[in-house]
């Protein structure tokens, strides 16, 4: 129940084309749901984050959707470019400092 | 911009031997992180600290790690002995505590192989 199931293990898109990446979640408790970009040899920076009383927030080419029915969230990547190329982490936790569950994440390739 | 600093970045071993690492997280930030990252995984939660209190430590195999953080800032995470299983790269994150901000900002970890 403590398990988030992240997909496609890996992604190769086109420059310019919609990256998306999708999550699943088990335990209702959770009411938060970032998003984190981790380049090799580096530490994961957070990207953008949702709480469950919105289905979506955007931030620049960074859109989450979440479907609070299904458990599930999802990351879109517009215009994805070739700096993009990174490995991305989708997340929950119950917030107020409990405890973060990571997926297993998404290796993403922008091709030029 | 304030970031979370840890030493080593690298960091090569002997099975058996004991290994340390330093985390100094953003200032002002009351909760500190460690978290365990096998490559080609996300990153596993070890152990975390509110303050100098540890509030999480369930995932911490406590025969072989220890974390502290005494005085509330910096912390510290070591492995006596290292086994070769506990190669991997060791992040650190903190956040501040607050109530509605539960952004975690991570610092650039430190690889560790045990050979």
């Known amino acids: 129940q403590q398990q988030v199931k992240q997909s496609p293990q890996s992604l190769i898109v086109q420059k310019g084309g919609i990256s998306i990446i999708n999550c699943a979640y088990e335990?209702?408790?959770?009411?938060?749901f970032p998003w984190y970009q981790q380049f090799p040899g580096k530490g994961p920076a957070l990207l953008i984050a949702?709480?469950?009383?919105?289905s979506e927030k955007k931030e620049g080419r960074f859109t989450i959707s979440f479907n609070k029915s299904a458990k599930q969230f999802s990351l879109h990547i517009m215009d994805s470019q070739p700096g993009d190329s990174a490995t991305y982490f989708c997340?929950?936790?119950?917030?107020?400092?409990?405890?973060?569950?990571f997926g297993a994440g998404t290796r993403l390739f922008v091709k030029a | 911009e304030a970031e979370v600093a840890q030493s080593p970045r690298y960091k090569i071993t002997e099975k058996s031997q004991a290994v340390a690492f330093w985390c100094d997280p953003i200032?002002?930030?009351?909760?500190l992180y460690w978290y365990r990252q096998i490559l080609g995984q996300g990153p596993e939660l070890l152990v975390q600290?509110?303050?100098?209190?540890?509030?999480?430590d369930s995932q911490l195999p406590k025969d072989r790690f220890s974390a502290e953080r005494l005085k509330g800032v910096d912390s510290t995470l070591k492995i006596q002995p290292a086994e070769l299983g506990d190669s991997a790269m060791y992040l650190c994150?903190?956040?501040?505590?607050?109530?509605?901000?539960?952004?975690?900002?991570f610092g650039p970890g430190t690889r560790l192989t045990v050979t």
């Open positions: 994150a903190s956040s501040s505590g607050q109530p509605g901000h539960y952004e975690q900002y």
């Open positions: 335990n209702t408790a959770f009411d938060y």
């Open positions: 949702i709480r469950p009383d919105v």
């Open positions: 997340a929950a936790s119950k917030g107020g400092g409990f405890k973060t569950i």
């Open positions: 200032s002002g930030h009351a909760t």
């Open positions: 600290f509110q303050d100098e209190s540890v509030v999480d």
